[in-house]
């Protein structure tokens, strides 16, 4: 088992930053890493997702969702070919931070399994397409988050 974790302070509340994560028609506007999600955010659908790790190959492929919490964590299981080879499950947890809940801490957390994983996995692309993601969503919410 592998995990790869990055955590991002937002000064948005997690209202704000959710919308923009299920937003998927507007991913290509603003997301370098997951470019693209065709869906809908409902527990047990299938999601067809395009991801871009930078310096690496980009990928699509066809998760599960297997949790959607509003405002607290939205998950999804990902396999190549069948169970146990090479399996992702990501998850994106929330957590009002500051006074009343008034900023965001996000957590994108990968965990792979599978005998392809030390084979397959490029830990470098990955962690450098979270983090580019996670700069991406809190500007879009920060943006979002100013009074008109």
Excluded: C
């Amino acid at each position: 088992m592998e995990q790869i974790e990055r955590f991002v302070e937002i000064d948005a509340p997690p209202a704000v930053v959710w919308r923009i994560l299920l937003e998927f028609d507007s991913y290509p506007e603003w997301n370098p890493f997951v470019t693209a999600i065709e869906g809908t955010p409902i527990e047990g659908e299938a999601l067809r997702v395009r991801i871009e790790p930078p310096d690496s190959r980009g990928m699509t492929f066809e998760p599960e969702i297997v949790a959607v919490e509003p405002t607290e964590r939205f998950a999804w299981l990902g396999r190549l070919g069948v169970p146990f080879v090479f399996d992702g499950y990501h998850e994106f947890h929330l957590e009002p931070i500051g006074e009343e809940g008034a900023r965001t801490r996000l957590l994108q957390r990968e965990t792979f399994r599978g005998a392809l994983v030390p084979i397959l996995l490029d830990r470098g692309s990955i962690r450098a397409g979270f983090d580019a993601m996670n700069a991406a969503i809190k500007a879009r919410a920060e943006e979002a988050n100013v009074p008109a």
